[in-house]
């Protein structure tokens, strides 16, 4: 809120009502901007986009890095799709990959720790020899409001 000190009573009111007027278009802006919600679920975990929560088919919280979580996001927005290492560094860290940079590979064995479901069940990331990696479990996006949408 803005106060306006001024001389004349009239120019006062006036400075006043100006303020007013401004703060209730301000206050409408802000309530019109409302968060997306997003969630992705698959093979029984639920990935909140907009809170950046990972929570495990049990109901419990896993904790993800920011770039574990990033890494994640990618895979479930194109399932079934294989990304090259180059296009996961892109998003990822906005750089090139190089032939001996092996961080989306580091990356990709704390994400699959992360998602194993014990020894009996196929890994939810496989690797594609020559070309990166493929998100192998199928993905539900639900937006806000309930709409529902294969990924």
Do not use: H
């Not at 032939?99 to 994400?111: E, G, H, K, N, Q």
């Amino acid at each position: 809120m803005r106060i306006l000190i001024v001389d004349d009573a009239g120019q006062d009111r006036a400075a006043t009502e100006n303020a007013v007027q401004e703060r209730d278009v301000e206050t409408r802006r802000a309530d019109g901007v409302l968060p997306i919600e997003r969630l992705y679920l698959f093979a029984g975990w639920t990935l909140e986009e907009t809170a950046r929560d990972l929570v495990s088919p049990a109901g419990r919280r896993v904790d993800l890095t920011s770039s574990e979580f990033d890494l994640l996001l990618a895979f479930v927005r194109q399932p079934g799709q294989a990304l090259s290492r180059d296009a996961l560094l892109g998003t990822l860290r906005g750089r090139e990959w190089r032939y001996f940079d092996r961080s989306i590979d580091t990356l990709v064995a704390r994400l699959r720790k992360k998602l194993a479901g014990g020894a009996d069940r196929p890994p939810r990331v496989r690797s594609v020899r020559g070309v990166g990696y493929i998100f192998c479990a199928a993905v539900a996006r639900i937006c806000q409001g309930g709409q529902s949408a294969a990924a």
